[in-house]
């Protein structure tokens, strides 16, 4: 079982589509399945939930093997960093409980040694934090 986080987005959307043309066994999380119904087939579960509720994480991760970690606080209305901290938190925690495999992550680019901007900062941050949970 593949879950796909961030399916309302550009790069899950097109996750979606193929995972879906492929047949693979495929759950969402997402905030409001009732609203995302008509963009998924029948056959793709949705999991109702936040990536900063620890329930809801846990439940949609049960049974996954792999997890497409796609999602990102900037349009948040407090604090994106420590949104973006507490998420991949969560969700590194319970993938390590839920006996994930792998996490694939698209992070921000540059040298996180280099003068970053508070995004890719914190982006490095959520890649290091979901690397060193599986």
Known sequence: ???LTGATGYVGGRLLRRFEA????LRCLVRRPEQFRGHAVATTELCA????DRASVARALAGVETAYYLVHSMGAPED??????LAASIFA????RAGVRRIVYLGG???SQAELSAHLRSRHEVG???AESV
């Open 1 to 3: 079982m593949i879950l």
């Open 22 to 25: 492929e047949g693979r066994a």
């Open 49 to 52: 939930g936040d990536a900063t």
């Open 109 to 111: 680019l540059g040298d």
């Open 80 to 85: 994106f960093e420590v949104r973006d901290r």
């Open 93 to 96: 925690e319970e993938a390590a």
């Open 128 to 130: 290091r934090l979901l």
